[in-house]
């Protein structure tokens, strides 16, 4: 008896003809070869293509709007600088959006530490350093407060961190006495705590160490991700978190450590806009939520979880900055750079819809 | 007779009011399928989920390969080497079919990457991965890196079960493993079912299906209201038997019930 045959009367009754079914591997009508469907492919294929398409076609077409002052080495270094606060916010936004969450606390969290940083530095004389740790601490705690009513109270991120931005903000308000600490007593008391404010040049280029840190926290960030099992698992919950949980994840132990470390990246935050802005102000960076949040979608990371790259958010920041850099030079009045952001956020969301039919 | 792989009796699980599992009993034992059948809400899961620890059952005592063990999830189990192919597969779609296969125990690099920067090892992983699936005839993606999404749900099944059939060391439990799939597909599947029996892993298998109970299954475990009814050898008795068992239409022999 030949092989074939032997397979077949193992098999039920109605299956006995499964062997003179068609053999050939299934061949598909190739219609969808247009530019367009190719297109498409690539970019499911690299999410992060799109802002960086993005941020380069602007760069050329502010060149060539707004001239040489926008495509100096010293402008270019000055968007560099602008976005490193929201960039590095929009960082830690990056670890939580890519678990399906949404963290609206994450500039509250950011300027509540650098008034912890500075209370404790300036006005109670704890050494720099310490009140620095202090912070960092403190941006961690934060941040697992909200991972804790998150995982086991199994509150929504939404509302969760909408009650906290609150609850971070008016603790804020009381630390600091709604009063800023200037910079010639931070100048006097703790001049550590603008470390990042410092810069050095390059062939005209300002390089500040806030930039550089910016950098460093999408690297590491980038790494944890892409390189480690965490990470792995982190996309794993976004993408399907009943699914990662049956496949022997510890779910509600990994999105804490995800609001927490995404807490810290945001004390780290705390400490660089000190040096940015120079002073403590517990009225800057109200609407960094939201600043996060855009550079987070324009970046093409997906708000339903467990797609796109996290540099995504890095270029998504370095657009918002571009835009706003050549309106600006282009001499265009504040209310259209408002109005060019709202477009890209929509537009950029519509690309990710678009291009997630792809594999439907 | 030679020792149950997996001997569970006196099993209990209440919820509330609803008795799941009225002092049920459940033998696996090595090298066999053993199909689990019963009418919907029969309590079939309940006894299957309290053998791999995704419930704990409030009354009575498992033994596994004599051991009495106390699972307080399904990682508990996986660490003792039992593996569950859930009815939607537990995979996660964006990610690749390596990183699937690999959820939960990774392969870290050796030295200094993998101890303190606790790099993967993705060559290896994705090696590992190829062989399994090529193991069981299965080789038919493109690329080990293509996410899960772009595969059919044959090909998602075949990951599914490659994955338990790779870590497996003590028993794969499938949850209707062929409920999604068409025939093509499921023969596949049966086909990997046997494979794996064949190199010595008992399987627990949940199916409705009753042809393809009788075609693999060496023993029927028959669940009705909460407790095993009888356990019948497939040669002895037909598909209509099983199902007027199982739906109380006949009662079964004295000789065979639990």
């Known amino acids: 008896m030949s092989d074939a045959t032997d397979k077949a009367s193992e098999g039920q009754s109605f299956e006995q003809n499964l062997d003179q079914s068609a053999k050939e591997v299934a061949q598909f009508k190739v219609k969808n070869t247009s530019l367009l469907n190719r297109i498409q492919h690539l970019l499911h294929n690299n999410p992060t293509l799109v802002p960086v398409i993005v941020l380069v076609i602007s760069l050329i077409a502010f060149g060539f709007i707004a001239g040489s002052k926008f495509f100096s080495a010293f402008n270019l270094s000055l968007i560099l600088q602008q976005v490193s606060i929201i960039g590095i916010l929009a960082a830690a936004q990056s670890l939580i959006i890519i678990t399906a969450g949404i963290d609206l606390s994450v500039a509250a969290i950011m300027v509540l530490m650098s008034v912890v940083m500075g209370n404790l530095a300036v006005f109670m004389g704890v050494p720099s350093g310490l009140a620095i740790l202090t912070g960092m601490a403190g941006g961690v705690g934060a941040g697992l407060m909200n991972g804790w009513f998150i995982t086991k109270i199994k509150l929504p991120p939404f509302i969760t961190t909408l009650g906290t931005w609150s609850i971070f903000y008016a603790l804020l308000l009381w630390l600091s006495g709604a009063q800023s600490i200037r910079g010639q007593d931070i100048d006097a008391n703790a001049s550590f705590l603008k470390f990042f404010g410092q810069s050095f040049n390059i062939g005209g280029a300002r390089i500040t160490f806030s930039a550089i840190l910016m950098v460093l926290v999408f690297v590491v960030l980038w790494y944890m991700l892409n390189k480690t099992a965490w990470g792995r698992h982190v996309y794993a919950i976004g993408d399907d978190k009943e699914a990662a949980e049956m496949s022997g994840i510890r779910t509600d132990r990994t999105l804490l450590s995800v609001y927490g470390l995404a807490g810290l990246v945001c004390a780290f935050a705390g400490w660089a806009s000190i040096g940015r802005v120079g002073s403590i102000s517990p009225q800057s960076f109200y609407e960094g939520n939201l600043d996060s949040i855009t550079a987070v979608v324009i970046g093409g990371i997906s708000l339903f979880g467990g797609r796109g790259s996290i540099m995504g958010a890095l270029f998504g920041a370095l657009i918002v900055g571009v835009f706003r850099s050549g309106l600006r030079l282009s001499g265009v009045d504040v209310l259209w750079q408002v109005f060019a952001i709202g477009w890209l956020i929509i537009i950029a969301v519509a690309i990710d819809q678009w291009i997630r039919r792809v594999s439907a | 007779m030679t020792n149950p792989v997996v001997k569970a009796s006196g099993i209990v699980k209440r919820y509330g009011h609803v008795t799941a599992i009225d002092h049920s009993d459940f033998e696996l034992y090595p090298g066999e399928i053993l199909a689990v059948i019963g009418d919907n809400g029969a309590g079939k899961s309940s006894i299957v989920k309290a053998i791999c620890g995704a419930t704990i059952p409030d009354e009575g005592e498992i033994l596994i390969e004599g051991k009495k063990v106390n699972f307080t999830s ?73 996410p899960v999404e772009t595969l059919s749900g044959g090909q998602r099944q075949g990951v599914a079960v490659a994955r338990a059939a790779a870590f497996a060391t003590k028993f794969i439990i499938m949850d209707e493993p062929t409920a999604a799939l068409g025939v093509k597909e499921s023969r596949k599947v049966l086909e990997l079912m046997k494979d794996v029996k064949a190199r010595g892993i008992p399987i627990i298998l949940i199916s409705h299906n009753m042809p393809h109970v009788f075609e693999v299954a060496d023993r029927i475990h028959v669940h009705r209201l909460g407790k095993r009814l009888c356990t019948i050898d497939p040669k002895d008795y037909t598909m209509s038997d099983a199902v007027a068992f199982m739906t109380g239409a006949k009662e079964p022999p004295a000789e065979i019930t639990a």
Do not use: C, H
């Open chain 2, 74 to 146: 399904p990682i508990d189990a996986r660490d003792m080497g039992i593996e569950i192919v859930y009815q939607n597969l537990a995979l996660s779609p964006a990610l690749s079919i390596a990183d699937n296969m690999f959820t939960g125990r990774e392969i870290r690099k050796e030295g200094f990457l993998g101890k303190f920067l606790r790099m993967l090892d993705k060559p290896a992983m994705e090696t590992f991965a190829r062989e399994k699936l090529t193991e069981l005839g299965l080789m038919t993606v493109q690329s080990i890196k293509q």
